[in-house]
T-cell receptor
Framework: QKEVEQNSGPLSVPEGAIASLNCTYS??????FFWYRQYSGKSPELIMF????GDKEDGRFTAQLNKASQYVSLLIRDSQPSDSATYLC?????????????FGPGTRLSVLP | DARVTQTPRHKVTEMGQEVTMRCQPI?????VFWYRQTMMQGLELLAY????????DSGMPKDRFSAEMPDATLATLKIQPSEPRDSAVYFC??????????????FGPGTRLTVL
């Protein structure tokens, strides 16, 4: 079982819709969860992080964490073509990870005008 | 605007040659990470340093890869000899890691390596 899993996509949504990106992780002791956005040919860029169960909102982005289900998601409201990128989920902490960040394979999002 | 810098941005070399990649972490950050990204494997952690000391290099092929941090402003990743399968984008990232849940890391622009 992979440690951090994401649907590879591509996930296609129309402009203005809500994009929902999902991530599951295997280490129940994981402490912090991060979403990075990576445009083609560029480096990963931190969007937001979450470490408490529930929702955390930042502008058009909402991160949701459910530690019991070992599940974290990122919602992008009012999706724009400029949101088209690969979104990487990263997990930190836990017995298996130490202080390392373990990245998922990423989900490619395409927002159609 | 504090950023992680990496040099060179692109490198094309022939099999068997030595390759050295350099990274300048954000001033004040105590942890430096080296990653490799390929289409097939995604983002893989190669090694990381805390306060310049190597903490984990288990992701790095030891026979040909080496990583060092000669001072707080410079981290290096060396491949000798290079092989075509080393072709990838190599990212350096740095962070202020205090063993707190909010610790995070910031990526440099990467070095795109092509080994012919």
């Amino acid at each position: 079982q992979k440690e951090v899993e994401q649907n590879s996509g591509p996930l296609s949504v129309p402009e203005g819709a809500i994009a929902s990106l999902n991530c599951t992780y295997s280490d129940r002791g994981s402490q912090s969860f991060f979403w990075y956005r990576q445009y083609s040919g560029k480096s990963p860029e931190l969007i937001m992080f979450i470490y408490s169960n529930g929702d955390k909102e930042d502008g058009r982005f909402t991160a949701q964490l459910n530690k019991a289900s070992q599940y974290v998601s990122l919602l992008i409201r009012d999706s724009q073509p400029s949101d088209s990128a690969t979104y990487l989920c990263a997990v930190k902490g836990g017995d298996n990870y130490g202080q390392n960040f373990v990245f998922g394979p990423g989900t490619r999002l395409s927002v159609l005008p | 605007d504090a950023r992680v810098t990496q040099t060179p941005r692109h490198k094309v070399t022939e099999m068997g040659q030595e390759v050295t990649m350099r990274c300048q972490p954000i001033l004040g950050h105590n942890t430096v990470f080296w990653y490799r990204q390929t289409m097939m494997q995604g983002l893989e952690l190669l090694a990381y340093f805390r306060n310049r000391a190597p903490l984990d290099d288990s992701g790095m092929p030891k026979d040909r890869f080496s990583a060092e941090m000669p001072d707080a402003t410079l981290a290096t990743l060396k491949i000798q000899p290079s092989e075509p399968r080393d072709s990838a984008v190599y990212f350096c990232a740095s962070g202020l890691v205090l063993n707190h849940p909010t610790d995070t890391q910031y990526f440099g622009p990467g070095t795109r390596l092509t080994v012919l």
